[in-house]
């Protein structure tokens, strides 16, 4: 792999040349150069004594790179897009790759692809259940895994395929509990168990999940800290396989401030009309309490229960504008930055919040949060097209 630094100026040149030494990927209006580095040389002198080339195709270098990684040591914020030849050795040996940063610039690129709508759905998923198996980095494998059950699983795969993706998810961190390991095997085993309760659906998982609770540990470990307790709790009541009074149980164990939100939470998951019309008063109420009403406005909208939540994703809307009208905006915000409909990809949903944007009087600060969630469902709603 040829090691790249992606720079956008001059200055930004000469400061990575300064004290390094090697071949860098450098770009400058719109054009890319190799720079060769000399410690101690300025960009200036480099360009003195011919060492800022042109880039050549990946096929005219002898012998041509496998693969060409712009932007390797993570150095800037920029989207990478790879030449074939690249994309090749990645979509191969991602897993493979060395460098731990390496890794992650690569996953990044991965999801850049699929957000922008360049690279389908599924091609992630089968990335993850090829690349993720021999990965020893935590910080690596908990996005990878968070990305296929939350962005792709809940907004950008058509309703009826989520079901055998979540299985697919399930067993995928079945097999990382069972072969974890590295220098941070335990951690890797709280990630594959986190995503495992995340994914968890079928009547057998639902099983397993309260085996854990009963013995307080994850067979062969983690044992449960109580946000892994919760973490369960909330996957059963989306679920419906625990109800308001193992919650309340569950609630007078756990009496900190971070236990009460849970149990919100999970009160406000269940998946019966009367607790989500609890939740609902409780969000848009008069005077709710804003830390329970994060948790509470996090429960409330589930993929999982998006029939009987149909309903609400008009009003939300709606109901948006009236706690702005009647000088609530800082409860707005709360329910927009954690309560927006997110598995509600369709176009209504962008209809309704466009025509709140349009005619509701928001301050500035809640119009450019709910701007931000149009945008983001925007996207959804053309990766969802190419995933149909």
């Known amino acids: 792999m040829l090691r790249t630094n992606q720079s956008t100026t001059d200055v930004d040149i000469a400061m990575a040349l300064e004290n390094e030494e090697g071949t860098f990927l ?7 150069f190799l720079v060769v580095a000399e410690k101690g040389h300025s960009i200036a002198s480099m360009r003195a004594v011919g060492q800022v080339l042109p880039v050549p195709p990946p096929a005219a270098a002898d012998p041509p790179p496998a693969l060409l990684l712009p932007n390797d040591g993570d150095f800037g914020y920029c989207k990478v897009r790879l030449d074939p030849r690249s994309w090749v050795a990645l979509t191969s040996g991602l897993g493979r790759l060395p460098d731990p940063l390496s890794r992650a610039v690569a996953w990044n690129t991965v999801r850049d692809l699929v ?24 910080v690596i494998a908990g996005p990878v895994l968070d990305f296929a059950r939350w962005t792709i699983t809940d907004r950008y795969l058509p309703p009826p395929r989520r079901e055998a993706t979540l299985g697919d998810l399930a067993g995928l961190c079945h ?11 335990s951690g890797m085993r709280l990630v594959a168990a986190r995503g ?13 999940l309260r085996s854990w609770l009963k013995a307080g540990a994850v067979p062969g470990g983690p044992d449960l800290d109580s946000r892994l307790c919760w973490q369960i709790m909330l996957r059963l009541a989306v679920l419906g396989a625990v109800g308001q009074a193992e919650i309340e149980a569950e609630a007078g164990r756990d009496t900190t401030a971070p236990g009460q939100q849970s149990a919100a939470r999970c009160r406000a998951a269940l998946p019966g009309p009367d ?7 409780e969000m848009f109420g008069l005077d709710p309490s804003r830390y329970l009403l994060a948790g509470i406005a996090e429960g409330f909208w589930q993929a999982d229960q998006a029939d009987l939540l149909a309903g609400y994703v008009p009003r939300y809307f709606t109901a948006l504008g009236d706690l702005a009208a009647r000088g609530d905006p800082a409860t707005a915000r709360v329910l927009v930055r954690h309560g927006f409909p997110l598995h509600a990809v369709a176009p209504a949903t962008l209809r309704a919040g466009e025509d709140c944007l349009a005619g509701a009087e928001l301050p500035a600060s809640l119009r450019r949060l709910l701007a931000d969630q149009l ?9 969802r097209s190419g995933a149909a």
Request: hydrophobic share 40%.
């Open 26 to 32: 450098a770009q400058k209006a719109g054009q890319s």
């Open 175 to 185: 097999v990382l509990l069972r072969q974890s390991a590295g220098p941070d095997a």
């Open 275 to 281: 607790a989500k019309q609890a939740a609902w008063a």
């Open 115 to 138: 957000r922008d709508a360049e690279l389908p759905v599924e091609d992630y998923l089968e990335l993850a259940a090829r690349h993720l198996l021999p990965e020893t980095e935590t």
């Open 196 to 208: 495992l309760i995340d994914s968890a659906s079928r009547p057998d998982e639902m099983a397993e």
């Open 375 to 383: 945008d983001d469902l925007r996207r959804a709603l053309q990766v």
